[in-house]
T-cell receptor, first 116, second 111 residues
């Protein structure tokens, strides 16, 4: 069964450094998302992406964040200058966009980002 | 904020049916009831969804009341691997609509 993959599984970085989290969505999916979950808290929406542009972003997704689909398979989240409070699990998700009633968002396993 | 309300935690004996309730007091006519679960910090996993009819798949059954103000997710024979946080979410699933997660119900399956 196709699945969303994410790399790395765990990223440790120093405060102020740039990080890029990578996702490979399911191959024929058209909508892409990033969510994050701070330890012990709710899963929070960050950004959605469709047709090579951001569709919606949350208040969390400030100028330090950016997303890109550099080729036909990868979807990346970049944090330019990491802060301690960026430490969280980051989940990528993708969705097909079809009239089928089974269409839904499928999540990857997540990348645990630790900012020291 | 999430529009649904769920009990914070529940226990269920292994092998028994787990019945997880959800209130959807503000659900609109074009919103589906979706259920996801998250097993110990893994990515959320889709379980089932429905509009107004009861639904069943290989993972679970979904019962939606006639007024659609509440639903129940049923795991018919719970196993230890079903221990997770379960989320119900109201969603039109049109376009790029995001998922808004609440705090969910932490279901613990007891051996």
């Amino acid at each position: 069964e196709p699945e969303v993959t994410q790399t790395p599984s765990h990223q440790v970085t120093q405060m102020g450094q740039e990080v890029i989290l990578r996702c490979v969505p399911i191959s024929n999916h058209l909508y892409f998302y990033w969510y994050r979950q701070i330890l012990g808290q709710k899963v929070e929406f960050l950004v959605s992406f469709y047709n090579n542009e951001i569709s919606e972003k949350s208040e969390i997704f400030d100028d330090q964040f950016s997303v890109e689909r550099p080729d036909g398979s990868n979807f990346t989240l970049k944090i330019r200058s990491t802060k301690l409070e960026d430490s969280a699990m980051y989940f990528c998700a993708s969705r097909l966009d079809s009239p089928s009633s089974t269409d839904t968002q499928y999540f990857g396993p997540g990348t645990r980002l630790t900012v020291l | 904020d999430a529009k649904t309300t769920q009990p914070p935690s529940m226990d269920c004996a292994e092998g028994r049916a787990a019945n997880l309730p959800c209130n959807h007091s503000t659900i609109s006519g074009n919103e589906y009831v979706y259920w996801y679960r998250q097993i110990h910090s893994q990515g959320p996993q889709y379980i089932i969804h429905g509009l107004k009819n009861n639904e069943t798949n290989e993972m679970a059954s979904l019962i939606i009341t006639e007024d659609r103000k509440s639903s129940t997710l049923i795991l018919p024979h719970a196993t230890l691997r079903d221990t997770a946080v379960y989320y119900c979410i109201d969603l039109t699933n049109f376009g790029n609509e995001k998922l808004t997660f609440g705090t969910g119900t932490r279901l613990t399956i007891i051996p």
